[in-house]
């Protein structure tokens, strides 16, 4: 039993890099000191422990990372300083010797951050404690409501997958999950907290299934059924795992909306090979094709990455001439960042920086093309928009079942409420479209 007399009127702060997945297991760790009786320190106040949850998809992560740890030791002088995350179990001594830093939790022992905090007495050196990325075996849950209105469900951890130029199967182990019933049991906790969207988070949803027996389309029905959850939406799932079963239920669901996000990373096949990925682009194209006959109107994201080693000039522009092609809403673009024993090191060709941020450009500026017209495609529609809680002198806004963001044309108090509007023209930024409401 762990004494918590010592937590009680403690303060913390909490600071999170990366993805969605990490956003959702800092507000689980944030949950479990609630409850040991640790407050979230007001803006202003010094806190008492400092949480940061890190990631190192790039190299630019770790730099954000270390930067991040500096700028809030000198915030909080003397606070107990906990780093965990995925730059913590891959270089854990290295974090571990940043000043100012206590405690070091890999990727096992972050769910269960009670047992390893003691008396929050600051260490002359950090103490870092983890477990090799084969021992990994823990599924942490975490449900948690993000700063808008929706909830994040961790469904799945972990990766098989040895993509050349990455190391999160590294940082985050085996892939693993949840059992159904166990899931669907926190998102009718969610629904009973007031919660109407939740979003699907894992490092690769698609291989739900890989411990327990079940499977990811399993899984998709059975949330389907839960009352007072008005939508989900699947975060990023790769394309050889999106199967067309999968596309079809959407099309027809009850709650899973028109909206996909996929990793394409590159429209060349001769990259994708170097990549050591699991599909090519004919059968990318074929999913992309399959949701435009099954739902014509959803919203497709795609993830993209310029200047990978091998990445020659010819096979970029096969790559964006693939990518201008498919007809998908949005490209998230990522510039390749050299990661420390990945087998893309072994590949010759080197891209350099200058290039990187051509190509990047030349991406971005279709995104952005290719966004306006999928918006200009909805001026005049009806839509159903699930509204957010307005910053102050925020215009009040709100996501479309297929994500377009939509602003109200005046300010009224509709938070977490799914309303009917008419959809209008740009806003001044191009980023959204007006909406006025339609009574019923």
């Known amino acids: ?87 913590a179990q891959l270089k854990p001594g290295q974090v571990a010797e940043i000043e100012g830093v206590d405690l070091v939790l890999g990727a096992d022992q972050k769910g269960d951050i009670m047992k390893y905090l003691g008396s929050l007495n600051k260490n002359e050196h950090g103490e870092a404690i983890s477990t090799p990325m084969k021992d990994i075996k823990n599924f942490s849950p975490s449900c948690s ?70 499977t990811f389309i399993d899984l998709v029905k059975a949330l389907d059924k839960v009352e007072g959850i008005e939508r989900y939406r699947i975060s990023s799932i790769e394309p050889n795992l999106l199967t067309d079963e999968i596309i ?21 096949d001769s990259v994708l090979k170097l990549m050591r990925r699991r599909y090519d682009t004919a059968l990318f194209a074929h999913k992309i ?5 099954s739902i014509p109107d959803a919203f497709i994201g ?20 693939f990518v201008k092609k498919v007809n998908v809403t949005q490209l998230h673009v990522f510039s390749y960042s ?7 090191l072994k590949i010759e060709h080197v891209v ?36 957010e809680k307005a910053k102050r002198g925020e215009v009040m806004h709100g996501f479309t079942e297929n994500y377009i963001r939509a602003e109200l044309t005046y300010d009224v108090k509709l938070d977490n409420k799914i309303i009917r509007v008419k959809l209008g023209e740009f806003n001044d930024d191009k980023t959204a479209l007006k909406a006025t409401i339609i009574e019923d």
């Open 338 to 344: 050299e990661r420390p024993g990945t087998q893309a």
């Open 1 to 87: 039993m762990i004494d918590t007399t010592i937590f009680q009127d403690k303060t913390a702060v909490y600071y999170t890099l990366g993805c969605k997945l990490n956003f959702s297991e800092t507000s689980t760790i944030g949950k479990i000191l609630k409850d040991a009786g640790v407050r979230t320190a007001k803006a202003g106040e010094k806190a008492n422990i400092i949480v940061v949850n890190t990631c190192s998809v790039t190299e630019m992560a770790d730099k954000k990372c270390r930067q991040a740890i500096h700028r809030l030791t000198k915030q909080h002088p003397g606070a107990f300083v906990v780093v965990t995350g995925c730059y």
């Open 289 to 293: 094709n399959k949701i435009r006959e």
């Open 248 to 268: 079809e239920y959407v099309a027809q669901s009850r709650a899973f909306m028109p909206h996909f996000h996929i990793p394409l990373q590159s429209g060349s």
């Open 302 to 321: 795609v993830d993209v990455i310029v200047g990978t080693r091998g990445e020659t000039d010819e096979y970029f522009e096969e790559a964006y001439n």
């Open 352 to 387: 350099s920086p200058e290039q990187k941020h051509e190509r990047s450009q030349r991406l971005l500026a279709l995104s952005e093309v290719k966004v306006h017209e999928f918006y200009e495609a909805h001026i005049g529609k009806e839509a159903l928009v699930l509204m």
């Open 145 to 214: 409501r993000g700063d808008r209105t929706r909830f994040f469900l961790k469904v799945q951890d972990g990766c098989d997958y040895m993509c050349s130029y990455c190391t999160i199967p590294f940082a985050r182990g085996r892939s693993r999950n949840g059992k159904i019933e166990e899931l669907v049991e926190q998102a009718r906790q969610a629904a009973a907290e007031g919660g109407k969207e939740i979003v699907l988070t894992g490092v690769n949803i698609g291989d739900f299934g890989r411990t327990t027996g079940e």
